[in-house]
Structures are given as structure tokens and as C-alpha cells.
């Protein structure tokens, strides 16, 4: 039972990143991580289907062997999360719903510079 659970999640997430793949506000490779994570558990061949994707697996396993992030994706992540709190103030939302989602973003920007990058 465990292992059909991880398996569902691993075709959920990587679904996820499918959609990612065609709209570029959403990001592919956090979940593919999440989706070799849960096929490593469920079926070691689709993990490696992912690993081994010419585009999408060298992110995946510098991640997975060294947690490192490419400077690209720090840029790319930072921007896009600063423009989602700056559009959230823009459009009028609750100040503490900015302030909240400011938090959040603040504090996953801050994880992400100090990953090593590649």
C-alpha cells in the first residue's frame, strides 16, 4: 500500500512539473525533485527516467548528490517570488497577507542564496 502511495504522489508531482514545463510561471524542477523523491520509494525506474532526462536531470541530481542550485534558477526564483508579493501590494491585498507572503518569500529567498551553486 505504501509503495502504490509513493507512486501516485511521484505521477502527481511530476505532472506538476510537466505543466511547468508549458506555463513559465511555474516552476519545473522543484517538482520533478519531489517526484524522483517519492519514485525513488515506489519505482526506481522512473526515478531514473528522470535522472536521466537530458534537460531536467543534471538540476535534479546536482540537487540530489550535492544540494546545489544554479545561480540562474536563485535569479529566476528570487525575481519571481518578489514580483508575487509586489503584485499581491499592487492589487490591494490585506496588508498582512502581503506581509505574510513577504515572510514566506523572505525566508525561501534566504534558503536559497545559501545553497551552493554550480
Known amino acids: 500500500m505504501r509503495r502504490r502511495i509513493w507512486l501516485v504522489l511521484g505521477w502527481l508531482f511530476a505532472l506538476c512539473g510537466i505543466v511547468g514545463v508549458a506555463l513559465p510561471v511555474v516552476p519545473t524542477v522543484p517538482f520533478l525533485l519531489v517526484a524522483a523523491?517519492?519514485?525513488?520509494?515506489?519505482?526506481?525506474?522512473?526515478?531514473?527516467?528522470i535522472l536521466d532526462h537530458p534537460t531536467y536531470g543534471p538540476p535534479v541530481r546536482a540537487w540530489q548528490?550535492?544540494?546545489?542550485?544554479?545561480?540562474?534558477?536563485?535569479?529566476?526564483?528570487?525575481?519571481?517570488?518578489?514580483?508575487?508579493?509586489?503584485?499581491?501590494?499592487?492589487v490591494g491585498m490585506p496588508p498582512w497577507v502581503v506581509a505574510?507572503?513577504?515572510?514566506?518569500?523572505?525566508l525561501v529567498a534566504l534558503f536559497l542564496v545559501t545553497r551552493p551553486s554550480q
Open 37 to 49: 523523491w517519492a519514485f525513488a520509494r515506489s519505482s526506481p525506474t522512473l526515478e531514473r527516467r
Open 65 to 90: 548528490e550535492r544540494g546545489v542550485v544554479g545561480r540562474l534558477a536563485k535569479i529566476w526564483a528570487i525575481t519571481a517570488m518578489s514580483s508575487g508579493v509586489g503584485i499581491s501590494w499592487w
Open 100 to 106: 505574510t507572503q513577504a515572510a514566506i518569500c523572505g
